[in-house]
C-alpha cells in the first residue's frame, strides 16, 4: 500500500522543474528583500532571464546598500556589469575551494571581461572584475539549487575594468581580512540550501 502512495510521488518529484535543473533567480531572490534593488536590475535588464535559461550557473549579488555604483550606470553599461556577475559554471564554495591554483580567472556572460578569483591565507574568498583594482569579498551563499544554480552574495559590485573612475570602496565589507583570522561561515557551507532563519548573518 505505501509502494502505491510513493511511487506517484516520486514520479511527481521527478518531473518537477528543481528535479529537471531548472531555476528562476528572480523567484530565489523574492523573499530576500536586502536584493530587491539588484533583483530588480537583474528584471530591467533581462539579465536574469538570461541566467534561467542556462543549464548551470553562479550568481554574484550585491545587497541593496552597496548597488550604488551598478545601479548609477547607463543603460547598457548597466547590462554589461551585471553579466559581469554571471558564472558560466556551477561554482559554489566547496568548489571554489578546490581551485588550488590562485588567483584563477572565471568566465561570465560577458564575453570582454571575466571575474579573477582568489583565496586569503585565512581562507576568505575575494573575486573582482579583471582589470579592475577593487576587490569584492564573498560573504555568503544566499540561495542554491545544486548543481544548477548557485546564488552567493559579494560585498560590491564587479564593474568591468573602465566602467567607473570613483575610488573602490573603503566600507567595512569590501575590506580583506588580516591574515590569521577565522575563515568565514560560508567557507564551511556543507551543500544544503540555507534559508532566511539559517543563512550567516541573518538577523536572529
Known amino acids: 500500500m505505501a509502494s502505491r502512495v510513493l511511487l506517484p510521488l516520486l514520479l511527481l518529484a521527478a ?57 548609477s550606470l547607463p543603460p547598457e553599461k548597466q547590462r554589461q556589469a551585471l553579466l559581469n556577475h554571471v558564472l558560466k559554471s556551477y561554482l559554489d564554495p ?43 569579498k564573498l560573504t555568503k551563499v544566499v540561495a542554491a539549487r545544486p548543481p544548477a544554480i548557485c546564488i552567493m552574495e559579494v560585498s560590491e559590485p564587479l564593474l568591468p575594468a573602465g566602467f567607473s ?13 588580516k591574515a590569521g583570522k577565522p575563515p568565514a561561515k560560508l567557507f564551511a557551507w556543507d551543500g544544503t540550501v540555507p534559508t532566511p ?3 550567516p548573518g541573518a538577523a536572529p
Do not use: W
Not at 530576500?32 to 550568481?59: C, I, R, S
Not at 570582454?112 to 581562507?123: E, K, M, N
Open 165 to 177: 573612475t570613483a575610488p573602490c570602496p573603503k566600507s567595512k565589507a569590501g575590506k580583506k581580512p
Open 15 to 71: 518531473a518537477s522543474p528543481a528535479a529537471l535543473g531548472a531555476f528562476d533567480v528572480l523567484q530565489m531572490l523574492a523573499d530576500k528583500p536586502k536584493y530587491a534593488a539588484f533583483a530588480n536590475l537583474l528584471l530591467q535588464t533581462k539579465v536574469g532571464a538570461e541566467v534561467n535559461a542556462m543549464k548551470a550557473a553562479a550568481l554574484l549579488v550585491v545587497p541593496d546598500k552597496f548597488v550604488k555604483p551598478l545601479a
Open 197 to 199: 532563519s539559517e543563512a
Open 94 to 136: 566547496v568548489r571554489l575551494g578546490e581551485i588550488k591554483a590562485t588567483p584563477a580567472v572565471l568566465p561570465t556572460l560577458l564575453p570582454s571581461s571575466s571575474v579573477s578569483y582568489d583565496r586569503a591565507p585565512d581562507g576568505q574568498m575575494h573575486v573582482s572584475a579583471v582589470g579592475n583594482p577593487c576587490v569584492a
